[in-house]
C-alpha cells in the first residue's frame, strides 16, 4: 500500500476558505514535501519539512509534520478559484536515495 | 535556470511499438528519477539513476522498461513493446547532490498506447 495516504480524498469549499489536508505514512522519514499538480499537468513543488521540523509557512500555505502520529497537514488559508489542483504529499525512503513515496492526492476544488 | 525538460510531452504508439522518454535534469543537478502515473492516481516510483549508474530500479517492470543516464545527454526511459497499459504520465525529477534536498518535477511525458 501507499506509503502517504491523503485525507479527504476530495475538498470543495468557497473562494475565501481555508482548506486543509491530511497525510498519514507508515515509515520513519527524512522529510516530507507538498507538491500540487493542475489537471493534465506537471508537479509544483510547494513546500519541503524536515522531521525535525514541527510548523513551516510560506504564503499562504501552513504545513505541520507530527513525527509521533506519523502525519501531516498542509492548510491554504483564504483560497482563491486558483488553488484549484490536485495536493500530493511524498515521503522519502529511509533509505537515503531520495525516491519519493507518493500519496493518492487530494483534489481541490475552490469555487469563485 | 531552465527547469527540468522531457520530451516530448505527448507520444501515441500502436501495441508492440517502442517508446522512448527524454529527461534533461536542471543545470547542476546529478540525479535522476523516473515516475509513472496511472490515471486518478498519485505518482509510483520507477528508477533512480547517477550519470551512468542505476542506483535502484526496484520500481521498474522487470521486463520491457529500461533507463539509462548516459555520461552525455538526456536520461532515457525505454519502453519495449507497448501496451495498453504502459498508457500513462511519465514523469522525470532532478536533484541535487544530497538527496535528501528538493526533487523538482518535469512536465512529464503522457504515453498514449492504441
Known amino acids: 500500500s501507499q506509503q502517504g495516504e491523503e485525507d479527504p480524498q476530495a475538498l470543495s469549499i468557497q473562494e475565501g476558505e481555508n482548506a486543509t489536508m491530511n497525510c498519514s505514512y507508515k515509515t520513519s522519514i527524512n522529510n516530507l514535501q507538498w507538491y500540487r499538480q493542475n489537471s493534465g499537468r506537471g508537479l509544483v513543488h510547494l513546500i519541503l519539512?524536515?522531521?525535525?521540523?514541527r510548523e513551516k509557512h510560506s504564503g499562504r500555505l501552513r504545513v505541520t509534520l507530527d513525527t509521533s502520529k506519523k502525519s501531516s497537514s498542509l492548510l491554504i488559508t483564504a483560497s482563491r478559484a486558483a488553488d484549484t489542483a490536485s495536493y500530493f504529499c511524498?515521503?522519502?525512503?529511509?533509505?537515503?536515495?531520495?525516491?519519493?513515496?507518493f500519496g493518492q492526492g487530494t483534489t481541490l476544488q475552490v469555487k469563485p | 535556470n531552465a527547469g527540468v525538460m522531457q520530451n516530448p510531452r505527448h507520444l501515441v504508439r500502436r501495441r508492440g511499438q517502442e517508446a522512448r522518454l527524454r529527461c534533461s535534469p536542471m543545470k547542476g543537478h546529478s540525479h535522476v528519477y523516473w515516475y509513472r502515473q496511472l490515471p486518478e492516481e498519485g505518482l509510483k516510483f520507477m528508477v533512480y539513476?547517477?550519470?551512468?549508474?542505476?542506483?535502484?530500479e526496484s520500481g521498474m517492470p522487470k521486463e520491457r522498461f529500461s533507463a539509462e543516464f548516459p555520461k552525455e545527454g538526456p536520461s532515457i526511459l525505454r519502453i519495449q513493446q507497448v501496451v495498453r497499459g504502459d498508457s500513462a504520465a511519465y514523469f522525470c525529477a532532478s536533484s541535487p547532490p544530497d538527496p535528501r534536498e528538493t526533487q523538482y518535477f518535469g512536465p512529464g511525458t503522457r504515453l498514449l498506447v492504441l
Open positions: 511524498a515521503t522519502d525512503a529511509k533509505d537515503n536515495t531520495g525516491k519519493l513515496i
Open positions: 519539512i524536515r522531521s525535525n521540523e
Open positions: 539513476l547517477q550519470k551512468e549508474n542505476i542506483i535502484d
